[in-house]
Nanobody, 128 residues
Framework: QLQLVESGGGMVQPGGSLKLSCTTS????????IGWFRQAPGKGRERVAC????????YITESAKGRFAISKDNAANKVYLQMNNLKPEDTGVYYC?????????????????????WGQGTQVTVSS
């Protein structure tokens, strides 16, 4: 069974950077689209960034455009979320999630319900 593990969270000052990693126990990520979701204190979970199974098609939420980038290394079995110019409103628990998209190249799932495997999350705190 696929298992996801996030790492790279921490506390940074506004304007700082963090790079989150999502790794799996499975030998290949080729057939999975991966999403990064964020849950701020007292709020629901929101989609931040997603990438298709090939790593060619990405989605970044409007509030993070120009600051965040998602990338996928199928050979290394990893997905990354590079976060630059962090703001206090980026604070939250960040989860990576996988959606099996075999046969659907370039498909980036938009609904949370399409992702059926979730990691435990990593805390990101942006504060001065």
């Amino acid at each position: 069974q696929l298992q996801l593990v996030e790492s790279g969270g921490g506390m940074v000052q506004p304007g700082g950077s963090l790079k989150l990693s999502c790794t799996t126990s499975r030998s290949r990520l080729d057939d999975f689209a991966i999403g990064w979701f964020r849950q701020a204190p007292g709020k629901g979970r929101e989609r931040v960034a997603c990438i298709d199974k090939s790593g060619r098609v990405t989605y970044i939420t409007e509030s993070a455009k120009g600051r965040f980038a998602i990338s996928k290394d199928n050979a290394a079995n990893k997905v990354y979320l590079q976060m630059n110019n962090l703001k206090p409103e980026d604070t939250g628990v960040y989860y990576c999630a996988a959606a099996w998209t075999y046969g659907r190249s370039t498909y980036v799932p938009s609904r949370e319900s399409e992702y059926d495997t979730w990691g435990q999350g990593t805390q990101v705190t942006v504060s001065s």
